[in-house]
Nanobody
């Protein structure tokens, strides 16, 4: 059974950092694609960062490039999103998503993911 549980959200001042965690079960990172998405109030869900199977490839949205880092640890069964230099526009609910049996293919579209976590709120405000 696949489960994804996000944690690590909270309130942080502009310029600060947070590390989101996505604890997973029911699959391995070797053959699954992972995506972090976010949704701000009144806006549609947008992709933030992606990790292909075997952690072969990482991709970032232009809005977070150079500030966010995605990584995964099979032994800890956790995927991370390190967020630095946070801005008010990063405020949103952040979700991790997974799709199994993808090999090393990168999956960018939210509609192509099969499993989603419940989300964690990130608020960037002074």
């Amino acid at each position: 059974q696949v489960q994804l549980v996000e944690s690590g959200g909270g309130l942080v001042q502009p310029g600060g950092s947070l590390r989101l965690s996505c604890a997973f079960s029911g699959f391995t990172l070797d053959y699954s694609a992972i995506g972090w998405f976010r949704q701000a109030p009144g806006k549609s869900r947008e992709g933030v960062s992606w990790l292909s199977g075997r952690r072969a490839t990482t991709v970032y949205a232009d809005s977070v490039k150079g500030r966010f880092t995605i990584s995964g640890d099979n032994a800890k069964r956790t995927v991370y999103l390190q967020m630095n230099s946070l801005k008010s526009e990063d405020t949103a609910v952040y979700y991790c998503a997974a799709k199994r049996r993808t090999g090393v293919v990168l999956i960018l579209a939210a509609r192509d993911y099969d499993y989603w976590g419940q989300g964690t709120q990130v608020t960037v405000s002074s």
